[in-house]
């Protein structure tokens, strides 16, 4: 683990809670608190026969140590996972990064104990706003500075004829050449141009409308006249008709008699 994982507060011994202790039992306490086992969250599972032996002492002895330092509020304990919590870690360990932060999540959900997991997550959340407030003011700033890069005016000219001078610019003008074929967007693009304007993706896209509207109603013009001659009538066959006038001279007689 590195160093900022693990605060040891410089005035531990002068609390009021630790100034009459006894030699022995300062010596643990501080030992506690920077233990081979501790973790981003200050909850730990404690070897009570080899951190009584690290401190040159007897089992018995330092679970004595540890019950007193319970009756003071320095720790807790949970005797049936083994594990043991510092309740002040958090007054000195503020984790200001991400990597921190994830640090401490990671090392709470490690924890056995249901009670000692839920006191650690509250401690940890109460401090919370202090590294918060920080980082929504980066966060802010870094928002700020986006947004005034985007407004940077900058003229460029794509290969469609489309003018862009800002950011939004460019996704605008993506969004015309993707559906639009080039003929249609040059011909958007030169009707701007003439009125004296830069053709702007904003320009050229009512152009373009425009320009599919002309061509719908020439579309739907040539279909009226194309379904209006189909239904005039054909031409008139002229030999045809001087035969059936032959006929019917042939059959007048006939019908006089």
Request: proline share 7%; hydrophobic share 40%; charged share 25%.
């Amino acid at each position: 683990m590195s160093v900022d994982t693990r605060p040891v507060p410089t005035n531990l011994l002068r609390w009021p809670r630790t100034r009459d202790l006894i030699s022995q039992q300062k010596g643990i306490l501080m030992y506690l608190w920077a233990h081979p086992q501790q973790t981003a969250c200050g909850c730990y599972l404690l070897p009570l026969d080899a951190t009584a032996a690290d401190l040159s002492m007897t089992s018995g002895s330092l679970a004595d140590a540890l019950g007193e330092f319970c009756r003071r509020g320095l720790t807790e304990l949970d005797p049936a996972t083994g594990e043991i919590l510092l309740p002040d870690w958090f007054r000195f360990y503020t984790p200001r990064t991400p990597a921190a932060r994830g640090a401490v999540e990671a090392a709470i959900n490690k924890i056995l104990s249901t009670e000692l997991r839920q006191k650690t997550k509250k401690s940890y959340e109460s401090m919370a706003p202090t590294w918060k407030g920080k980082e929504n003011s980066k966060e802010k700033a870094a928002a700020t500075d986006a947004a005034a890069a985007s407004k940077i005016k900058t003229r460029a000219q794509r290969p469609s004829g489309l003018v862009t001078w800002l950011a939004a610019d460019v996704r605008a003008a993506e969004l015309i050449e993707h559906p639009h074929d080039p003929a249609t967007i040059s011909a958007a693009a030169a009707a701007v141009i003439v009125k004296g304007k830069d053709p702007v993706p904003g320009l050229v896209a009512k152009e373009i409308e425009q320009i599919l509207q002309a061509r719908a109603t020439a579309e739907l013009r040539a279909d009226r006249e194309a379904a209006q001659r189909a239904a005039l009538p054909g031409p008139i066959d002229l030999a045809r008709g001087r035969e059936e006038i032959k006929k019917a001279r042939a059959l007048l007689p006939q019908i006089q008699l």
